[in-house]
T-cell receptor, first 110, second 113 residues
Framework: ELKVEQNPLFLSMQEGKNYTIYCNYSTTSDRLYWYRQDPGKSLESLFVLLSNGAVKQEGRLMASLDTKARLSTLHITAAVHDLSATYFCAVDAGNTPLVFGKGTRLSVIA | DAGVIQSPRHEVTEMGQEVTLRCKPISGHDYLFWYRQTMMRGLELLIYFNNNVPIDDSGMPEDRFSAKMPNASFSTLKIQPSEPRDSAVYFC???????????FGPGTRLTVT
């Protein structure tokens, strides 16, 4: 059974600082997705990572995938308040639906 | 495309009443998923369909929950009778051929009093 673990689950960070959210998974997979959820809203796709070494960047967010380590990271550069949200990673095991992590609730404070 | 459409967006009902949630997936998507999200349990997959056929309903909490997909453009999730512990946000999502990126609807916030 595929297990997906995110850490930290809660993150409070100051504006302008850098931080990384980690997503570990338990079985072989080379497809991983990051989603963002704003309070009271739905999940919105952020990044699609489809191979080992894949790196995607948009604005202050950068996601990477290391399939050998079964690890994806979401790096936040110079955080701003607008990035406050919950971030989910989801892993595709190939023959089952996506398995979602529990989410990382990010709060960016001045 | 309008994206995944769900209705109603908010539903408040009394315990014991029947509740029906509706979903229209993105046209051309073969997979449809129903999720439930609560603070305590996070995001839970309830059931998913492939080409209108239910594939795995092991996440459905109990017999009070049922889901149907009569055609490629419509699905329902029904709770009968509803209970206060069913209060949650219910999301519908769809994806194209094969298990791939899922596109989520806006959700239905259900409150059972």
């Amino acid at each position: 059974e595929l297990k997906v673990e995110q850490n930290p689950l809660f993150l409070s960070m100051q504006e302008g600082k850098n931080y990384t959210i980690y997503c570990n998974y338990s079985t072989t997979s080379d497809r991983l997705y990051w989603y963002r959820q704003d309070p009271g809203k739905s999940l919105e796709s952020l990044f699609v990572l489809l191979s080992n070494g894949a790196v995607k960047q948009e604005g202050r967010l950068m996601a990477s995938l290391d399939t050998k380590a079964r690890l994806s990271t979401l790096h936040i550069t110079a955080a701003v308040h607008d990035l406050s949200a919950t971030y989910f990673c989801a892993v595709d095991a190939g023959n089952t639906p996506l398995v979602f992590g529990k989410g990382t609730r990010l709060s960016v404070i001045a | 495309d309008a994206g995944v459409i769900q209705s109603p967006r908010h539903e408040v009902t009394e315990m014991g009443q029947e509740v029906t949630l509706r979903c229209k997936p993105i046209s051309g998507h073969d997979y449809l998923f129903w999720y439930r999200q609560t603070m305590m349990r996070g995001l839970e997959l309830l059931i998913y369909f492939n080409n209108n056929v239910p594939i795995d309903d092991s996440g459905m909490p109990e017999d009070r929950f049922s889901a149907k997909m009569p055609n490629a453009s419509f699905s329902t999730l029904k709770i009968q009778p509803s209970e206060p512990r069913d209060s949650a946000v219910y999301f519908c999502a769809s994806s194209p051929v094969d298990f791939y990126e899922q596109y989520f609807g806006p959700g239905t916030r259900l409150t059972v009093t």
